[in-house]
């Protein structure tokens, strides 16, 4: 049986990664996997190549409408959408369709969250594509809706859980997470024109007003058992791809303790990667690729824990975190298609 | 009467930038101010304008070796060299000639606290040239020594300072500082190499060892009258100029009380500006200039002030910074051939 | 006399520019010269701090509409604003008013040229703000409307000007330019982002259609007196400002034949530097102030002049040639408030 | 059987490339491939993990000496190292090994190149690994010995070739080529510290001094069977990898002509493409592809053939090219482990 999938929003920075990575799935290659419609809003009509040159071999393909009919007769559909639009397209699909949103709309448990931060009404939650999460592998095996975590929490989380849920932190942390222009979209905006970023690091979002800061503190706090506060400050750095997030707990731990947690916690995970003592994480190590790398220390005159973690926003932090909760649903490798190899310098 | 000064370390960074702010400033237009020698180590005997070929009007200047003997006869001399060579220079020089280290030699008023980050022992301490701390205008005024800043303490230290001062945060702050590479010198390193820091961002000197951590910690704990624990992480992203330093630290104090007293403590400061609210700093906005651009607010969820702060580390962090205390302790107006007016985009 | 300025186009990167240079014109703070009006179109009743938030002494100026009422009573009127608007505005105010157009309306002198590359009916011809051209400074002199050179000829035609003047060359020359981003200007469009500009060279304008193609040919077609055939490619590189243009021309002159006449025109010059032989320009080393630094040589083997012009795009390329331009006009010396030296690293 | 491949050099750029490649090859997967001894100078010793971070199936790997005694056993030899030592390293492995040297010392035919270019004695000329020149996929399916074109030629060459080819321009052709980094390779020198990188373009081996010259002229020669002057510059842009290279030369023909020379010269390739009409080549969309991408166009008023290509330098300009040959010369898939998919943005 040949899995037919389709892209929603295809001419974004998330739906191109997801592409990219699909091209290179070895899947698509054996026949299994079979690339359907690609839609766009105002770019319907356009040709592929002319969006995303990078994509040779589908730079002939027509884009199509966003629309349930469209995207009607997929076994996969991925949604790169604005949030607040994937819930009314996911309701007019068949319920055995695989859904996998790439936007934020089914990413938290507490509807007040949602409100306090989007203004709307929620629409629901799904299945978290985060399978390093204690659990959540099982959960996502069976799943025929998954909603793909945000960029920053991806790296946020992922760098703190092992420390929180072995509880050798304070339930305050702060994360600070430097990161490069894609993560904002395909919009064009002036602030974010190459003039303004180039040459240029500023913070965003500051004073915890960013809308993935819930989805952080919602993780760690399920995985810590109780209530974990999160400080979370955005910095956009003049870079195209990458988060690097440096994120801090005050601890009484040594860093042998917390070193050990760590390896302990992501012994068995293929892209998660604790390097060793003395190296530390840089986000053109991972660029195109799933890992997440990570350092961790405890700085004993300011009793504070820090963990650093690099990742690519686009694929473990998007796309890559897609195709993997894909291949998870539908009982294939979880691995295929997606490298722990960066392409660097 | 005509001040001659020298410039030793004129191949370097610092070097640099503080003669492009000399080559623009009104006193040596009016022949109040004339430089003399310009000193190197390995660049002696060649021309500025082939190390430094954005300095026009110097282009034919040859630098000589860095020797006392090169050195006297001047009235002020800058010093840009690696630590621990400035207190052998300043001690074969007149008491009376006014010198400005931009190296780390004199700042720190601990003995262990040098010997702990920098290994050696400590040459003394000088009056810090970071006019904007109460009481340090004065000190300077009168100074023949001065030790100028890191420049993350510079920009961490302003943008904790008035909150630390009036105890409206708990003595514990963390500092994440985003960075150009022109503040780790200009020393030929692979990992320095323009490939391995164009698109990327990596965390460096992780845990507390960087060796502007105690002089923040000094600093503000003088301030707060007690003693002020520092988490303090650097990060380099891909730029040439410019920090950005993320400072939080706990608080029941609300928005408007921390913002009042960022208010008071620098409304007659030139050089430091706390934007309007909303309006969040970016290094790209003080790039050449001596300004700070600060942010400050209060995350309530998280009981967290969050301030930021935005300079560039070769003008207010280290030239700008030179110039400023130059001016002071010569009696000139402390603003003089220094701007507030960044080079943007 | 006070000399009143005004702006119009003041949130857009010309504008930013040429208030940045205001800003620190010594004629400003002895009151010979005072800033009036900003003006803006979408932007207009936005200060100019949040716009521009590099040009702190401004930051409070709230931006008004353009119009000629608002920009009447100026004795000096920038203008930087989209082409085919600047001669309805100029017709409005005043004759005596000195009306410096950054724009390209009255740029070309061939109306069928402004057809071909503009589509519309040409606006006139004022006199050129390149006083470096041969006989052009007394035509500015006398000048009460000027028009500011496109930043492309500017570093085009001074690299090739001695060479093409001296009939070294022949007249068929090739240019390719590389470019930073401010010169597509300030709007939003997607092509222009921070994620598609860094990490990325690209070509744009390609085969004779950019529109300064025509303004290169018209002034070295005039100091050769033939015409001169430009090819002239513009390429996109991940910086915000600079030019770097790669000039090539058959030749059967010598190295040191070509580099004399390149000397001896631009002995005079204060802007125009031809670097010592073996050093080659890089725009990092003119980045915000008004210089154009050369090198020049010849391939033998290919018989081939290869001259290298670098500029910063807004200061010699835009807003330095409009002041450049003023003072000139003015009587006033003409590199008050330009510099040769850049800001760099 | 199993194809066993050393990599010496692995320290650097091209070896860190060939090895990213490597990791991607289904060959190894299969088994057919395995990865041997990885050699570097200096930092023999050290782990492949401290040195690229970004192979993490690989960062166990320990560097040994460049040796012949380590490099032999092995079927496939890769070498990255300095040009002049690749000759010796060759001479001491048996004749069937397959020894595919990515440095200069067997790319040239005419030894007074060589002498002229490199100041040495020649080493002999060895099957060029560019597959796409006219009749060479032939010799490089039966070589043990195969010559990496440069990264500049191999763009430079498949720009022009089919206009060469077919005579339609004129046999002097123009190159001014813009370039990431990485191609000056991975030694720490100060002009290529990211502060003096970024931000700023500046050319270098200017006058036709550049070492790839003759070797792009030596192919555009063969290719038109007469000879083919070539004026060449290479520009440095504040960018890691790829090169856009924009080609000229004078021309009788349409664009009409030329654009059908060139879609019949690659229809059959699969990683030269020629965009649609329209469409220019960005290095930005063949980062870590294997692709070229060329536009073409005629400037009529100039007579003058435009053709501009973009490669990624350490993919399809050497790494790539690398495993292109070496899949060819095994009588594998020539395409196998290579993508024509870009990472962007």
């Not at 397209?89 to 949602?114: E, F, K, M, V, Y």
């Not at 629901?124 to 929490?153: H, K, M, Q």
């Not at 109780?226 to 910095?235: A, I, M, R």
Request: proline letters at 6%; charged letters at 15%.
């Amino acid at each position: 049986m040949t899995i037919r999938v389709a892209v929603a929003g295809a001419s974004g920075y998330a739906g191109g990664e997801i592409l990219r990575l699909l091209c290179g799935h070895p899947r698509l290659r054996t026949g299994d996997l079979e690339i359907g419609a690609l839609t766009a809003g105002g770019n319907a009509g356009s040709t592929l190549g002319s969006l995303h040159p990078h994509l040779l071999p589908l730079a002939d393909r027509v884009l199509e409408d966003t629309t349930p009919e469209v995207l009607a007769g997929h076994d996969v559909v991925f949604l790169g959408l604005p949030h607040g639009t994937s819930g009314q397209i996911a309701d007019a699909l068949a319920p055995s369709t695989l859904i996998i949103d790439c936007g934020a709309d089914h990413r938290l448990q507490n509807a007040q969250d949602w409100l306090d931060y989007y203004g709307s009404e929620h629409a629901g939650t799904w299945p978290y594509g985060l399978p390093e999460l204690p659990g959540n592998r099982d959960r996502l095996r069976d799943a025929s809706r998954i909603a793909v975590p945000g960029c920053y929490p991806t790296v946020s989380i992922l760098a703190l859980l092992p420390a929180i849920a072995a509880g050798l932190v304070e339930p305050h942390v702060t994360v600070v997470a430097v990161t490069g222009a894609s993560g904002a979209g395909r919009t064009a905006k002036v602030d974010l024109l190459a003039s303004e970023v180039i040459g240029s690091a500023r913070a965003y979002g500051v004073g915890g007003v960013h809308r993935h800061t819930p989805e952080i503190s919602q993780a760690l706090s399920e995985a810590a058992g109780t209530p974990v506060t999160v400080s979370f400050t955005p910095v956009l750095a003049p870079m195209a791809r990458g988060i690097l997030a440096t994120c801090t707990a005050r601890t009484t731990a040594s860093a042998a303790e917390v070193r050990a947690a760590y390896e302990k916690a992501y012994d068995d995970e293929t892209f998660v990667h604790v390097l060793p003592e003395g190296t530390l994480p840089a986000t053109g190590s991972v660029i195109g690729g799933n890992a997440v790398q990570l350092a961790v220390t405890v700085d004993e005159r300011a009793q504070t824990m820090v963990a650093v973690g690099a990742i690519d926003n686009l694929t473990k932090g998007t796309g890559g975190a897609a195709v993997q909760s894909m291949n998870l649903a539908l009982g294939w490798d979880e691995t295929e298609g997606l490298s722990t190899v960066g392409v660097a310098p």
